[in-house]
């Protein structure tokens, strides 16, 4: 729960989507890094990886686009 405390607070504290933007992508790499050991098995077929990786990487990264303010800086 800390990480979201942080994350939320870093979102409003400089009033800009930057900080917020960096925290997303590390979020949706950490997912991606803790389940790279299963995509390169070669048990899973393309089909189950394509699902896998909509469903975790993609809604992480949409999640984080409801919350995002849009500067010149992005």
Do not use: H
């Not at 950490?30 to 394509?50: D, E, G, K």
């Not at 975790?56 to 984080?64: C, D, E, K, Q, R």
């Amino acid at each position: 729960m800390t990480s979201l405390k942080y994350w939320v607070a870093t979102m409003y504290k400089g009033g800009t989507s930057t900080a917020s933007f960096r925290i997303e992508i590390a979020m949706e790499t950490a997912v991606m890094i803790r389940l790279s050991r299963l995509y390169i098995s070669s048990y899973i077929n393309f089909q189950t990886y394509y699902r896998d990786y909509m469903s975790i990487a993609v809604s992480t990264l949409l999640f984080g686009l409801q919350n995002w303010t849009l500067t010149i800086q992005l």
